[in-house]
């Protein structure tokens, strides 16, 4: 029964790694990779550190459907409001203004460790249930015998989500990064849009 329940789970989150999450984490990660100039590997990198991250809440999330399942409501505004704030934080346009104090205190804090961020990122957006991912908590929350049976459950739907589109996201993105970086200014043009969508993605969080 329990294997049942893990390939059930395991194929959920294929399912809405393809989807919900596909659309609303691949334009972040696109953002961040192209404001930052990341190249393919660490494009890829920060992409796989911050699915990491996402797998970790959803263990986490598992054991609270099972423990606290009346109370997902109420953590998903806190968490989501966070992951904005990370957002805003770690925006690569303070590079861009490296005489500014506060540009090279928040660039020296948040900028450079990109996989402390990028996990830290992915933990937070993950731990802001959409709709599809509550129906599957209350799944783990009537399949599961305890809270680490909860746990596993959420881990094991975690690593479903970790074969997505993201993957190809990440790698596709910093190809494309170290390719228009040989255009000069024309690439700063696409960094600044790329910076401004990480700031209406950091607003809407907060929001």
Do not use: W
């Not at 409501?73 to 957002?87: E, L, M, R, S, Y």
């Amino acid at each position: 029964m329990a294997l049942k329940v893990f390939v059930e789970l395991f194929i959920a989150g294929l399912t809405l790694g393809f989807g919900p999450c596909f659309l609303f984490c691949g334009p972040i990660i696109f953002s961040y990779i192209f404001a930052k100039g990341l190249n393919h590997k660490r494009g890829l990198l920060f992409t796989v550190i911050f699915s990491l991250g996402r797998i970790i809440a959803y263990s986490i999330l598992g054991l609270i459907a099972v423990a606290f399942v009346s109370t997902l409501g109420i953590q998903k505004n806190i968490f989501k409001q966070i992951a904005g704030v990370i957002i805003l934080l770690m925006l690569p346009i303070y590079d861009l203004a490296k005489d500014n104090k506060l540009c090279n205190f928040f660039q020296r804090s948040f900028g450079k460790n990109i996989k402390t961020n990028s996990f830290l990122l992915g933990v937070f957006i993950g731990l802001t249930p959409c709709a599809p991912l509550v129906g599957i908590l209350t799944y783990i929350a009537c399949k599961s015998e305890n809270i680490f049976y909860g746990f596993f459950n959420g881990f094991v739907f975690g690593l479903g989500t970790l074969f997505s589109p993201l993957i190809f996201v990440g790698l596709f993105s910093g190809l494309f990064t170290s390719y228009i970086s040989k255009t000069g200014k024309f690439f700063l043009i696409f960094k600044i849009i790329a910076n401004i969508a990480l700031v209406y993605f950091g607003v809407k969080l907060l929001l």
